[in-house]
């Protein structure tokens, strides 16, 4: 069964903590995401990889920043956490650009 | 830029009845995939179909059928007589073949509430 695991489900951090939500696949997919999902405003890509040490911002990359040192793994680091940073985390990855995306289960990431 | 609009926030529809999620895109490349996914409760995104933008044949897989017209961009999704376990949000979402820019535009969803 394919996999997409993020390290975890819900966090809690503190304003200006550095923050890291890990995101793993076993499927060697070219291809990974992340993005945030908030009430009516669906999903934004932060950042995407096409491949290893690749990376290319997407919709909402202000506040974040993104490393894949290896093929199936996918970092997002928030340098600085932010109230406004609280939402929910979703990691993808997928073959290619045609074929579907599979995603974790989500981190949903609270900033007090 | 590539868009991809859901302009129904939220749908509600009585158990058995038929059920239509619109979507309408915005993208300048001739090649691109439209695909929708589901969001049931539990949270993880769930792939349903995917659509390549020279194929415009209509997919009917069960109870589930998909509209696709270049003509106005849309890509609509029908369910036919809804069941409780419907109920979910559905994503719309749109990849441009660009190597380089492979990036996967999501609209806003659409929550489907299906009345017992």
């Known amino acids: 069964d394919v996999k997409v695991t993020q390290s975890s489900r819900y966090l809690v951090k503190r304003t200006g903590e550095k923050v890291f939500l890990e995101c793993v696949q076993d499927?060697?997919?070219?291809?990974m995401f992340w993005y945030r999902q908030d009430p009516g405003l669906g999903l934004r890509l932060i950042y995407f990889?096409?491949?290893?040490?690749?990376?290319e911002k997407g919709d909402i990359p202000e506040g974040y920043s993104v490393s894949r040192e290896k093929k199936e793994r996918f970092s997002l680091i928030l340098e600085s956490a932010s109230t406004n940073q609280t939402s929910m985390y979703l990691c993808?990855?997928?073959?290619?650009?045609?074929?579907?995306?599979?995603f974790g289960q989500g981190t949903r990431l609270t900033v007090v | 830029a590539q868009k991809v609009t859901q302009a129904q926030t939220e749908i509600s529809v009585v158990e058995k009845e038929d059920v239509t999620l619109d979507c309408v895109y915005e993208?300048?490349?001739?090649?691109?995939?439209l695909f929708w996914y589901k969001q049931p409760p539990s949270g993880e995104l769930v792939f349903l179909i995917r659509?390549?933008?020279?194929?415009?044949q209509n997919e009917i897989s069960g109870r589930y059928s998909w509209n696709f017209q270049k003509s106005t961009s849309s890509f609509n999704f029908t369910i036919t007589a809804s069941q409780v376990v419907d109920s979910a949000v559905y994503f719309c979402?749109?990849?441009?073949?660009?190597?380089?820019?492979?990036?996967?535009?999501f609209g806003t969803g659409t929550r489907l509430t299906i009345i017992p």
């Open positions: 993808a990855s997928s073959l290619g650009v045609s074929l579907e995306a599979f």
């Open positions: 499927m060697d997919h070219e291809n």
């Open positions: 990889s096409y491949d290893v040490k690749m990376k």
């Open positions: 993208t300048r490349d001739t090649t691109y995939y």
């Open positions: 659509r390549n933008s020279f194929d415009e």
């Open positions: 979402a749109l990849s441009e073949a660009n190597f380089g820019n492979e990036k996967l535009t």
